[in-house]
Structure formats: C-alpha cells, structure tokens
C-alpha cells in the first residue's frame, strides 16, 4: 500500500520527526511505499494569496473559494499545490505529524490544508439535492483512503481529560479530525498521542515508538473513528440537523459520533 507522511516541525531532530522516522521505518519493513512531504524542509508557502491563482488577473478581486475553483478547473494550481495534491492521490493512507501549538496545528500545516484541498480537490464536490447534499463528510475525492493524526503534546493527559482545564483531547482534535480529514472523505482512526512530549527521557522515549510501530502495523485493520455520513439518513437535509431520535439530549461533538450498540444504516 501507499502511505503519505506529512510532517509539519522545524526541528529535524524533533520528537515529530523522529517518530515519523520510526513510522516510516516500520511501513517500509512491512511492504508499504512510503513518501514524506517535510514540509519546512520544503519551505511549504503558508498563506493563501493572489500568486496561488496565476491565472487570475492581477487587477481581479481575490475571491478565495471561485479562484480556488477555476484554478483547479482550469489547471492553472502553482506547481507546488499540484505535487502535493497528486501525493494525496496516490496514498491509499495519510499520516499528519505535528506539534500542537496553541490548541491547533502549526501555521506552516494550516497552510498547507487551505492550499492543498482547494476547492474541487478537497471540497466543493457533487451536486445538492433533497436527499444528498455534496460529496462531504464520509464522501468526496479522499473517500476509501485513511488517515491519522500522530500529535505530539506538551502537556499532561490529565490536562487533556473529559474534565481538564485545556478540554477533552477529542474535541480538540475535532476540527482537524472530522472537519480536515473526515470532510473531504477519509476514513479516521483515532489519533497517535504523546504527552509531555518535550520531557520524554530514553525510557519515554522507547515507549513511544513502539506504540507508533504497533499503530503502524495495524494502519489498515484498526477501527475508524465512528464519525456519522452527512449523506447517510443521519442528518435532517438541508438544515444538517442531527435527527432527534439519535443520541437524544446530546449536544456538540460528541453527537456527531455513533454509539457502538446503534445499528449502521
């Protein structure tokens, strides 16, 4: 199979690419053809601007999503957006390797999604009907693929706990796991996770790597994360209302999962 390693850390020497590294090593011995896309090593331009669109006249407003769309329409993406996107096409499963900054993923990564899943590639498929209302969530270009998030933390678990003073973990995840990967079509395993990752000593360290060998060897049996098709009689079209008989009195993310005793549709 083919995997595609996005990693997203100026330190080479950082724990994010030494894991990746382990990761890599692992793939590789079990058969698997593995790419990385580093992106600082490749100086990835974070910010989308009017040069992502050379097509589109320097005197034109930037209307971001219609120039995402005639450019990916047209052919005209830069260079840069096209390799990245043609890996994704390639990949039958996706790693995203990061540091959580601030509660989200560094700017360089961010960048890379809004350049990378322009609009046609990543989003802005199908057409909406009564019954079904673009290709997203559960479908799109990315559906039949996996993919996973491996974030390094630097707090304590306990602080990331249903009851922790920076939130549950999951519903930090949520928007990178649901909406950047699940929304274009992967399929999403629940995330590899290291704590207090700057102070992992040897021991730590050795720990973490063989779970990132375990996780790497199950990549393609292990169960995804039970998220709910958009398009799958779930949810109320066009309001995207969760139907009130599912997961009654329960509201936000955790409303968008199913609860492993309710029947698949």
Not at 80 to 87: A, F, I, L, M, R
Not at 117 to 133: A, C, I, M, P
Not at 216 to 235: C, H, S, V, W
Request: one cysteine or more; aromatic letters at 10%; charged letters at 20%.
């Amino acid at each position: 199979m083919n995997i595609l390693i996005i990693t997203a850390h100026p330190d080479p020497t950082s724990l994010t690419h030494s894991l990746s590294s382990v990761a890599t090593d692992q793939l590789k011995r079990d058969g698997h053809k593995v790419r990385v896309s580093d992106l600082y090593a490749i100086n990835w331009k974070s910010a989308v601007d009017h040069d992502d669109f050379p097509a589109l006249p320097a005197s034109e407003r930037l209307k971001v999503g219609p120039a995402s769309k005639q450019a990916y329409s047209t052919g005209s993406l830069t260079e840069d957006v096209v390799q990245e996107q043609e890996k994704l096409l390639w990949a039958d499963a996706v790693i995203i390797a990061f540091p959580l900054w601030w509660f989200s993923m560094p700017a360089i990564l961010k960048g890379w999604v809004e350049r990378t899943l322009s609009y046609g590639f990543g989003y802005g498929r199908g057409e909406h009907t009564d019954t079904h209302w673009g290709d997203r969530y559960g479908e799109g270009l990315m559906a039949g693929k996996r993919a996973m998030l491996c974030v390094m933390i630097g707090g304590w678990e306990p602080h990331y706990g249903p009851r922790g003073v920076n939130g549950p973990v999951d519903d930090i995840l949520f928007p990178m796991n649901h909406g950047v990967l699940y929304y274009p079509g992967f399929t999403v395993l629940p995330s590899f996770l290291v704590y207090r990752s700057d102070r992992l000593d040897e021991a730590g360290y050795n720990i973490a790597a063989e779970r990132i060998r375990d996780r790497m060897k199950n990549l393609f049996t292990a169960e995804p994360i039970p998220y709910r098709m958009q398009n799958g009689g779930d949810y109320l079209i066009p309001s995207m209302q969760l139907r009130p008989e599912l997961n009654p009195g329960i509201t936000g993310f955790a409303a968008h999962l199913k609860p492993t005793d309710e029947e698949t549709s």
